[in-house]
């Protein structure tokens, strides 16, 4: 092209500049001739003119953007020649509107006449709109074609760095962070893919955190509506379902840090009663539990207020949120909803039974009149001298709609039968029931069993004879759902 030409680029582009400066300046002459007086004409001559100032405008900006075609041209001579060959090709052959038309036209006051120099300044912004069709028809082609192409990658790369990102969430377990930033740096060596160079950026790692001062210690809520929107995404594409209505269950409870730290946390996680996974909702960190419960559990009762009533609206689809149930063990319960605590006469929160106390507190008997979600709603178990003083306070929970705080509150599972009943059982068995042989086959046949233990428990078996001291809550389930409840193991003669 250019490069092959003994003129140089701008000299070509200035002479083509001069070129269609002609052409523009010939073409406004012409129309200008057919000028006359009436109004009506001179709204269209007009008309006419600004269509040439905008032809102009959008010559010069093609030139200017380098859309236009530079041809080679040999010599001086052979390029006037090229001039005035396309002069006389374009005014004759393009346009194709001699003298005569135009001198008619300014002759002629008629209403056909100004249509049909419509038709002719129709025309003619077709010839010139075609920077499109005379100047740069292909290069315009080419540059769509480029942007359609380009984007057509960047949708590409951008699907591919969000299933590396969705990758790297699922199997966080087992990927540290430095992990993950080799295979950032191998793919972004390896790949055309814009991938970011540090891991926090893939996972969305949030720059800056709330804290929140509550008494001596220091509260991050990271948010209940990120958990949920985690879930639904894990629910459309993990289980391959369409699921509407999600049923949150909530866990609070406190955990200490070292065994020679004074310092603990209180965490409030939530999980999906379709999924087995845990999400932080927020977390307290300081050498004693905050002294109300209500300023822990602010933020997120507000946040559990808002999308119980609302929902979460994802792609025009609806997903209905419900607080399914609370799950603490009994301090951790007796502390948030603001009840007696377990060691109390009147503590079941089932049922109105006084406890008696038999070397421990305990509550013998039938069950007594039940405590319904309505009776705790309006206080009816304060201690006001007539009541039993279940109540000792108002919790924030009264807030959150189609919350139950009786019927949405289970039982303590694990301490009152793994770490209970179980556990009382066993200590009985060894105390008075069991010879050093039944011990002993006891222990080889959950010894053989260890090798065929399904997944559901994450524990293996061990010894029997430990286990009051060192077994764990998981494994006194696993003993109580063993075939026949361990009858098996324990031997015929022994009876349960």
């Known amino acids: 092209m250019a490069g092959s030409s003994k003129y140089s680029e701008r000299h070509l582009r200035r002479l083509k500049k001069k070129r269609f400066d002609d052409i523009i300046n010939v073409t406004k002459k012409r129309f200008l001739k057919s000028r006359d007086s009436s109004l009506e004409n001179q709204n269209y001559d007009n008309s006419i003119i600004n269509l040439m100032d905008e032809i102009d405008s959008k010559i010069m900006h093609s030139i200017e953007k380098k859309e236009i075609d530079i041809c080679p041209i040999a010599s001086t001579s052979e390029l006037e020649k ?24 300014s002759r002629d006051d008629t209403a056909d006449n100004i249509v049909d120099n419509l038709d002719v300044m129709k025309s003619i912004q077709e010839l010139f709109y ?90 991050c809520h990271y948010g209940l509506k990120r958990a949920v929107l985690s879930f639904i995404y894990k629910i459309n594409k993990w289980k391959k379902i369409i699921y509407h209505h999600l049923k949150l269950i909530v866990n609070i409870d406190g955990a200490p840090l070292a065994k020679n730290s004074e310092k603990g946390l209180w965490i409030i996680s939530v999980s999906e009663e379709m999924l087995k996974i845990v ?10 539990k905050p002294s109300n419960s209500n300023d822990l559990i602010k933020a997120f009762v507000d946040e559990m207020k808002d999308i119980v009533e609302k929902g979460i609206i994802i792609e025009d689809k609806k997903y209905t949120i419900d607080f399914h149930a609370l799950v603490c063990d009994a301090p951790a319960k007796a502390y948030i909803l603001k009840i007696k605590y377990h060691t109390g006469f009147w503590s079941c929160s089932k049922c109105k039974i006084k406890g008696k106390y038999i070397e421990k507190l305990c509550f013998p008997g039938k069950k007594d009149v039940l405590r319904t979600d309505e009776g705790f709603r309006e206080k009816k178990y304060q201690d006001d001298g007539l009541n039993d003083g279940y109540q000792q306070g108002e919790t924030l929970l009264l807030n959150i709609p189609g919350f139950g705080l009786v019927k949405n509150v289970p039982l303590d599972y694990m301490h009152l039968i793994c770490l209970g009943v179980m556990l009382k059982l066993i200590k009985l068995w060894l105390k008075c029931r069991l010879s050093n042989f039944q011990r002993q086959q006891i222990t080889s046949k959950l010894t053989i069993m260890r090798d065929h233990m399904p997944s559901d428990f994450s524990r293996k078996p061990r010894s029997f004879i430990n286990a009051k001291r060192v077994w764990k809550a998981h494994e006194f389930r696993q003993f109580l759902l063993l075939p026949h409840r361990g009858s098996s193991m324990i031997g015929s003669k022994t009876r349960f």
């Open 279 to 288: 999400e932080s909702v927020g977390i307290y960190h300081g050498p004693n």
């Open 130 to 219: 075609g920077d499109e069709n005379l100047c740069s028809s292909e290069s315009s082609n080419e540059s769509d074609n480029k942007n359609y192409s380009s984007n057509e990658i960047d949708i590409k790369n951008q699907r591919f760095i969000d299933e590396v990102n969705f990758f790297c969430t699922k199997h966080l377990e087992v990927l540290p962070h430095y992990v993950i930033n080799d295979m950032l740096d191998f793919l972004r060596k390896n790949t055309d893919v814009p991938f970011p160079k540090d891991s926090r950026t893939l996972l969305h790692t949030p720059r800056f955190t709330n804290i929140i001062k509550i008494d001596n210690g220091l509260y």
């Open 82 to 105: 090229n001039q005035s060959e396309f002069d006389r090709n374009y005014y004759e052959n393009c346009i194709n509107i001699d003298e005569s038309q135009y001198e008619q036209i």
